[in-house]
């Protein structure tokens, strides 16, 4: 049975479902945002797990003398420091899997918004406009006999993989290592990688090695039919090349789903006809939020209930 003495921190906000089950199951102590630190040294002391939607650096560890495990609100955790919470002997889990047809889904429907210019064409018709200047122009691109280079082949870029088979599309891929369970053609790096195709999907995490990893040598590279979708991190971009990339005509096209400084968008952004912009949404429907929200806590309850969890990262794997 769940230990319901043990004190949950919920820094910041965190989604209902998660909230209403984690408020039955613990302590729980949940904190505004811009002062998820601001508690009493008997409480910070008292706090023995974290549930975080993709924030808890080194030094809100430190302030927390008894924490034993973070439970994380994403797939993606780039905002909770796992290198220094394997240092410090405590755990971190995250939510793979759930949403992984929800983003590869997704990142689908960017791609062709972003080549067919559908969003354009809905507003066109909206507007009034097919009535009264005649049909929408031509779009100059199709996803028709492209070939797709995958920034990251995971769970998530499998299943995006999968997805774009049967659009009789060229599939390549690169990965810090080649992987021998797929037809796809690996490209040794990200310049390969760019070089040899015309459409690139980013779905890599956002980590030190890959800030700003796509730069205007890579966009270069992908030529002036190419087309960049990111629904991986935003820092992983260089946005300010991508602006220009996308002025200038070195790349034909680009879709986002993620920002380099979220919620914020650079204003340089919103008068490219050829970006196709998402509030970072790639996850974001009912069903898949909640399987989300089920599953942070569930690593906390099995956590505490038996020291056992579903989805520990690699940074922080229980040790038997």
Known sequence: ???????????????????????????????QPGSELDLSPETKAKVKGVATINRMPAEWMDQLPNLQVVS?????????DARHAGEKGVLVTNTPDVLNDEVADTTIGLLINTVRRLP???TYLREKRWENEGP???????LKNRHVGLLGLGRIGMEIAKRLEPFKVRISYHT????????????????????SVDTLISIIPGTPETHKIINADVL??????GVFINVGRGASVDEPA???ALKTGTIAAAGL??????????EAMFDLPTLCMLPHVASASVPTRNDMADLVVDNLIGWFRDGSVLTPVPETPVRK
Request: aromatic residues 8%; hydrophobic residues 40%.
């Open 1 to 31: 049975m769940t230990d319901n003495k043990s004190t949950v921190l919920i820094p910041g906000r965190m989604h209902p479902r998660a909230l209403e089950r984690l408020t039955a199951a613990f302590d729980v102590v949940q904190t």
């Open 242 to 244: 991508l602006i220009e």
């Open 220 to 225: 270069k590279a992908l030529g002036p039919n």
């Open 257 to 266: 789903d993620v920002f380099y400084d979220e919620p914020r968008v650079p």
């Open 136 to 142: 929408f122009p031509l779009t100059p691109l199709s």
């Open 176 to 195: 810090r290592t080649e992987r021998t369970d797929v037809a796809y053609d690996y490209a040794p790096s990200l310049l390969d990688l760019a070089t």
């Open 72 to 80: 994380n609100f994403g797939v993606g955790y780039d905002g909770v």
């Open 120 to 122: 354009l064409a809905e």
